[in-house]
C-alpha cells in the first residue's frame, strides 16, 4: 500500500500540472477554386499576424479541388486560440494582395469577421474547454 502512495505522490511531483485536452473540428465549406488550402490554428496575436503558416501552434497544408470541402478534428489543450486560412490558387505559398494591400485570394478566420483590415485576435479568438461533452466546431467562409 505505501509503496501505491508513493508511486502516486512521485507522479504528481513530476507532472504537477496536466493539461486536459478538448475536441476541436476546424470545417472550410464551398471551396470554390483549385489551389492548396494553408489552415493554421494559432493561439495569440502574434501567430495570427504572423504569414509564416508553420509558425502556427497547428496547420495544415492541403491541396484542394472546386465544390471540395475540408474538416479536420484535432486535439488540442484547453485555452484559447483563432484559426486562420487562405487557398493559395497560383501555387507561391502566399497571400496574395493588391496594390492596396486587399487580398486577391480568398481567405477567412474564426468567427468569419468581415473586414476591410487584418483582425485583431479577440475578434477571431474563442475557447476550448477542458473536457468538453461535444467538440467545439469552427465553420469558416473563405471571402
Do not use: W
Amino acid at each position: 500500500m505505501q509503496k501505491t502512495i508513493r508511486l502516486v505522490a512521485l507522479f504528481f511531483m513530476i507532472c504537477p500540472t496536466i493539461t486536459v485536452a478538448g475536441d476541436l473540428i476546424v470545417h472550410v465549406d464551398e471551396i470554390l477554386e483549385q489551389g492548396t488550402l494553408y489552415v493554421g490554428l494559432v493561439r495569440n496575436a502574434a501567430e495570427l499576424k504572423d504569414e509564416d503558416s508553420e509558425k502556427a501552434f497547428q496547420g495544415f497544408i492541403v491541396p484542394v479541388e472546386p465544390g471540395s470541402k475540408f474538416q479536420e478534428k484535432l486535439e488540442v489543450p484547453a485555452g484559447t486560440y483563432a484559426v486562420k486560412v487562405f487557398l493559395d490558387t497560383n501555387g507561391n505559398a502566399v497571400l496574395d494582395a493588391n496594390f492596396f494591400g486587399k487580398p486577391t485570394e480568398l481567405y477567412g478566420f474564426s468567427n468569419n469577421p468581415k473586414l476591410f483590415r487584418a483582425p485583431k485576435f479577440d475578434e477571431v479568438s474563442f475557447v476550448v474547454e477542458e473536457a468538453q461533452e461535444e467538440p467545439k466546431s469552427i465553420e469558416i467562409t473563405l471571402y
